[in-house]
């Protein structure tokens, strides 16, 4: 069964600090992997995904990722954040039944 | 582009009583998904429809939550009767065609408080 496990409930940074938010997930099969954001009282918002190709991915709002199969890793990074940044972001799994399971969140709070 | 609608965006509701959501995704897609989310966690699986027909609904409490995917377009989540432990956004998402794996596209939420 596929799971998704993000370590970090909350991850404080100060503006225009690098970040790094880590996803491990689990599944027998090949996968599709997602990054979604969240912002107070909003729906989720996808930021990239990872379908097949390139192991590194890049999304919105200078967010980019990295497939490590051999590690079962797609952690997202971001070299510089900006006050705006500050979300919910959630790591999602996916296969070939469509079946989305996300992770448990991170809360990315972004200080001046 | 229409995104997935949801309604209504809040909703308090007595223990016991019965609630019910609705959902019209996006035109065109096939596969639609029901998500509970509680404060503070990651959003919940709760059904998956592929069209009309039911792909998974393991976590769905069906001694009172109830759904169904009408002429497979719109959807309603129905809980009957509700507990104090419902109270949490219920999300819904739609993705395209089932020849591509894609991402989901999430409406707004509808959140529940139950007392």
């Known amino acids: 069964a596929q799971s998704v496990t993000q370590l970090d409930s909350q991850v404080p940074v100060f503006e225009e600090a690098p970040v790094e938010l880590r996803c491990n997930y689990s599944?027998?099969?090949?996968?599709?992997l997602f990054w979604y954001v969240q912002y107070p009282n909003q729906g989720l918002q996808l930021l990239l995904k990872?379908?097949?190709?390139?192991?590194l991915v890049k999304g919105i709002n200078g967010f980019e990722a990295e497939f490590n199969k051999s590690q079962t890793s797609f952690h997202l990074r971001k070299p510089s954040v900006h006050i705006s940044d500050t979300a919910e972001y959630f790591c999602?799994?996916?296969?070939?039944?469509?079946?989305?399971?996300f992770g448990s969140g991170t809360r990315l709070l972004v200080r001046p | 582009e229409a995104g997935v609608a949801q309604s209504p965006r809040y909703k308090i509701i007595e223990k016991r009583q019965s609630v019910a959501f609705w959902c019209n995704p996006i035109?065109?897609?096939?596969?639609l998904y029901w998500y509970q989310q509680i404060l503070g966690q990651g959003p919940k699986l709760l059904i998956q429809f592929q069209n009309n027909g039911v792909v998974d609904d393991s976590q769905l409490p069906k001694d009172r939550f109830s759904a169904e995917r009408l002429k497979g377009v719109d959807s309603t989540l129905k809980i009957q009767p509700a507990k104090l432990e419902d109270s949490a956004v219920y999300l819904c998402?739609?993705?395209?065609?089932?020849?591509?794996?894609?991402?989901?596209?999430f409406g707004q939420g509808t959140r529940l408080t139950v007392v």
């Open positions: 035109s065109g897609h096939a596969t």
């Open positions: 599944s027998s099969v090949s996968v599709y």
């Open positions: 998402a739609s993705s395209p065609p089932v020849l591509s794996i894609s991402e989901a596209f």
């Open positions: 999602a799994v996916s296969d070939s039944s469509y079946k989305l399971i």
């Open positions: 990872y379908l097949s190709g390139s192991t």
